[in-house]
């Protein structure tokens, strides 16, 4: 698993936003000096992540009552193990939503 951040703003006047992604990278458990690598996506999950994104655009901007339910992401691998710190760059920034 990684830690993904949109950051978006909506230009009222020119009637058109911006949306800026950051995927932060992970190294593997098990390799020694391991390098920092992108994260990869299958495509079920970057369009988890556009409807993801286009709902808070609609709640954060246009002010929409959408509630709360999201569709999950979809795992190839086991995804149920401890989540290391030293090995995620969101954590070594201090923004990983999995941080304990």
Same mark, same amino acid.
Do not use: W
């Given at each position: 698993?990684?830690?993904?951040?949109?950051?978006?703003?909506?230009?009222?006047?020119?009637?058109?936003?911006?949306?800026?992604? *950051?995927?932060?990278?992970?190294?593997?458990?098990?390799?020694?000096?391991?390098?920092?690598?992108?994260?990869?996506?299958?495509?079920?999950?970057?369009?988890?992540?556009?409807?993801?994104?286009?709902?808070?655009? *609609?709640?954060?901007?246009?002010?929409?009552?959408?509630?709360?339910?999201?569709?999950?992401?979809?795992?190839?691998?086991?995804?149920?193990?401890?989540?290391? *710190?030293?090995?995620?760059?969101?954590?070594?920034?201090?923004?990983?939503?999995?941080?304990?």
């Amino acid at each position: 698993r990684v830690q993904v951040v949109f950051h978006f703003q909506l230009n009222k006047a020119r009637r058109q936003g911006t949306v800026k992604l *950051r995927g932060y990278k992970q190294e593997c458990m098990t390799c020694s000096e391991a390098q920092m690598e992108d994260p990869k996506f299958p495509e079920e999950n970057i369009d988890v992540l556009v409807e993801r994104l286009v709902k808070k655009i *609609r709640m954060r901007c246009y002010r929409e009552k959408l509630g709360q339910g999201n569709r999950s992401s979809v795992f190839n691998t086991r995804d149920d193990g401890p989540h290391e *710190r030293k090995h995620c760059e969101a954590c070594r920034l201090g923004i990983c939503s999995q941080a304990n």
